[in-house]
Nanobody
């Protein structure tokens, strides 16, 4: 079972990126999914979550209005559209699959994790 996160890179402040989390080995169509980030020297933080059918989404206050989480269950893939990027968004971003059908802001509720993709925002 593998979650492969991709799409990170080096961008200037104000730019956009789209992160992709592709699952393989099993289907996560019945699982809530989440994106977390971890900046150097900081703890892992919740960024966004989405329910199993995409009907419910939730965002950290710091990204609300700038980031959009979505999923395509036919492709077993989750996305994070990141717009108006800020310097403080610099971090490694991880996707994760929750145990149940909903998302959670608590990383301990997630069973499977991707390897992370680095997002660096420069001025």
């Amino acid at each position: 079972v593998q979650l492969q996160a991709s799409g990170g890179g080096l961008v200037q402040a104000g730019a956009s990126l789209r992160l992709t989390c592709a699952a393989s080995g099993r289907r996560f169509t019945n699982n809530g999914m989440g994106w977390f980030c971890q900046a150097p020297g900081k703890e892992r933080e919740f960024v966004a979550g989405i329910s199993w059918n995409g009907g419910f989404t939730y965002y950290a206050d710091s990204v609300k209005g700038r980031f959009t989480i979505s999923r395509d269950n036919a492709k077993n893939t989750v996305y994070l559209q990141m717009d108006s990027l800020k310097l403080e968004d610099t971090a490694v971003y991880y996707c994760a699959a929750a145990r149940g059908g909903s998302y959670s802001t608590d990383w301990r509720s997630y069973t499977y994790w991707g390897q992370g993709t680095l997002v660096t925002v420069s001025s």
